[in-house]
């Protein structure tokens, strides 16, 4: 059974999980505006798959949906961990399994049909699969503890 402390820890990882993901998302948009390729250090590729055709839908960077996903989880994250309100952790819940569909897909992308692997892509796939798993445990442990 979780309790209100965990609440307090667990949200707080799910805040700088979020917080993690928006800073890589802000950094991925903001290289894709400047026109500049990711820094990806010894590995290779991040430039590969931000110069793909799938690193835009219909012209709008794929990074600039990351921001604003991660802007509103992060909202979520914070006002659950703060404020004890649960529909915030819902919110969380469910913009993390998205999330995780979203990710799950643009790395199946990398991986087959780019042949390229970005480490911020990934590290942003992290924040997000850890995240929701965070939120899956949460969810399923304070349905019997009032906060």
Known sequence: MIDVPVRGRWGAA???????????ASYLL???????APA?????????VAASEYATVLGVPVALSG????L?????AVVWWRRADRRSLYAAY??????????AYLTYL???????????CVSYAVT????????????????AVPD
Do not use: N
Request: hydrophobic share 65%; with cysteine; charged share 10%.
């Open 14 to 24: 799910l805040t700088v999980l979020a917080l993690g993901g928006l800073a890589i």
């Open 30 to 36: 903001a290289a894709r505006l400047l026109g500049v």
């Open 40 to 48: 990806c250090g010894p590995v290779k590729g991040c430039d590969t």
């Open 67 to 70: 921001v604003g996903f991660s």
């Open 72 to 76: 509103v989880l992060s909202a979520s």
């Open 94 to 103: 469910g913009l993390g399994l998205l999330g995780v569909v979203a990710v």
């Open 110 to 120: 990398e991986l087959f049909v780019i042949e390229a692997i970005c480490i911020w």
């Open 128 to 143: 997000i699969v850890v995240g929701w798993v965070l939120a899956v445990l949460v969810v399923l442990g304070v349905r």
